[in-house]
């Protein structure tokens, strides 16, 4: 099973560059895998809530979720938090499932 994610990770740049290159890397990715039989996950970011949340941010998200599944409807999305995002954040609801890594103070 494999988990394909586009390097979308730690800082969120809110300009309409960066929005256009998360939804290309999204079709990209999604184009040239949609095929492989391992894949069951599209991973919209990896802890891209690191430096902060926003309105902005929020909404590239759900665009790359609506994208996700209007190209590949049968498998389901995909997000990886850090520890910080509480588990009653908004954010932890966009995707179908996701992922929380949790940093040890040791």
């Keep these: 099973m494999v988990w394909a994610e586009i390097p979308f990770i730690s800082r969120f740049i809110g300009t309409a560059k960066a929005y256009d290159n ?3 890397q999204m079709k990209e990715l999604i184009v040239q895998n949609y ?3 391992s894949i069951c996950f599209w991973g919209i ?3 891209i809530t690191m430096a902060r949340e926003s309105d902005e941010l929020y909404s590239n998200l759900c665009d790359l979720i609506t994208l996700a599944k209007k190209l590949a409807p049968s498998r389901l999305t995909v997000m990886a938090h850090i520890s910080i995002v509480k588990p009653d954040s908004l954010y932890t609801y966009i995707t ?3 992922g929380y890594k949790y940093k040890s103070n040791s």
Aim: hydrophobic content about 15%; charged content about 15%; proline content about 8%.
């Design 22 to 24: 998360t939804i290309g």
């Design 35 to 37: 095929n492989h039989p």
């Design 45 to 47: 970011s990896n802890e």
């Design 96 to 98: 179908d499932l996701q």
